[in-house]
């Protein structure tokens, strides 16, 4: 059985971090790209960053370069991702994909809510 089980998320003031992990479990976890997708509430849901199986690309959003930094371990079957400086309209639910060609899974999301 698949599961992504994300966690980390919570409540942050403005400038603050979190760290969100996303533990793999059912697959071959390192044969696929892995994915951060948010959804801010009224809004589509969408691409925050990827990574590739081996970790060696990765590829951001433009408007979170600088601030999110995306990385896993596959020994631990495990996705992060750390974000820094956050700003209120980060808030929304993240959520953890774990894709390849014909194959699509999806985290229920943890929710991150930026507020002082």
């Known amino acids: 059985q698949v599961q992504l089980v994300e966690s980390g998320g919570g409540l942050v003031q403005p400038g603050g971090s979190l760290r969100l992990a996303c533990s793999a479990s059912?697959?071959?976890?390192?044969?696929?790209?892995m994915y951060w997708y948010r959804q801010a509430p009224g809004k589509e849901r969408e691409l925050v960053a990827a990574?590739?199986?081996?970790?060696?690309?990765?590829n951001y959003a433009e408007y979170m370069k600088g601030r999110f930094t995306i990385s896993r371990d596959n020994g631990k079957n495990t996705l992060y991702l750390q974000m820094n400086s956050l700003k209120p309209e980060d808030t929304a639910v993240y959520y953890c994909?774990?894709?390849?060609?014909?194959?699509?899974?999806w985290g229920q999301g943890t929710q991150v809510t930026v507020s002082s």
């Open positions: 990574i590739t199986g081996a970790g060696v690309r990765t």
């Open positions: 059912g697959f071959t976890f390192s044969s696929y790209t």
């Open positions: 994909k774990a894709g390849r060609v014909g194959f699509e899974y």
